[in-house]
């Protein structure tokens, strides 16, 4: 029977195939939809099939990892105008993977009422390049966060990397741990109040 988990779970295919497959040859929803269930990400249904958050990040990471290992040998049809079709094998990033599992989550678990779960709080947001250059004109740090301790983590992130597409894990931890510093006490995933929609045409 078609029931509200499913519902849930199409929006978030559908969400999260949209956001993680900018300038990415293969990524197409339907991927993104192969990839999350492959995977295991789309059983995720409830705050409580989420680890303990101190435990939250690593729970993400072998998230990020399962996308990855699932898009291993996959291949997609290349059709470029005037060619013939060319196969090619799909390429997932880990900055592209954790754009996919964590928008996922977002919109299945964070906005689907589960947002003051204690397991909620240290679930990661989506890093893409609107969230990224906000940082760097943004005064809303939490009143009991350090600024100069913030700018010094972001400062080591981008100098590990600046598109998100391409992050490795280093370059995406690097970030995670900057974004701990400027939210202090409040969720991590309340970091996108400086995420603007229409801001969106920014470059990957």
């Known amino acids: 029977m078609y029931d509200i988990y499913e519902h849930r779970h199409s929006l978030a295919v559908w969400g999260a195939g949209r956001a993680y497959s900018r300038q990415g040859p293969g ?13 295991g990400l789309g059983a995720i249904n409830t705050a409580d099939h989420l680890p303990p958050s101190e435990k939250m990040s690593d ?3 072998e998230r990020i990892q399962a996308v ?3 898009s291993q040998g996959v291949y997609y049809t290349k059709r470029t105008k005037g060619e013939p079709d060319a196969r090619e094998a799909l390429v997932c990033t880990y900055g592209r993977a954790q754009k996919l599992v964590n928008m996922y989550l977002k919109i299945k678990i964070v906005c689907a009422g589960y947002h003051d779960h204690p397991h909620v709080k240290n679930l ?17 740090i939490d009143h009991k966060s350090d600024l ?5 983590k972001l400062a080591i992130a981008k100098a590990l ?6 992050f490795d894990r280093s370059t995406y931890d690097a970030y995670i741990a900057a974004i701990r510093i400027f939210q ?8 996108e109040r400086l995420w603007s929609p229409e801001r969106e045409a920014l470059p990957a």
């Open 27 to 39: 990524h197409t929803i339907a991927m993104a939809k192969h990839l999350i269930e492959k995977s």
């Open 148 to 152: 100069k301790v913030f700018r010094s």
């Open 124 to 140: 990661h947001p989506p890093l893409d390049a609107v969230l990224l250059e906000a940082f760097n004109s943004s005064i809303e």
């Open 184 to 191: 202090g006490g409040q969720p991590l995933w309340a970091v």
């Open 161 to 166: 990397g600046k598109a998100w597409t391409k």
């Open 59 to 61: 729970f993400i990471h």
């Open 68 to 70: 990855i290992d699932v």
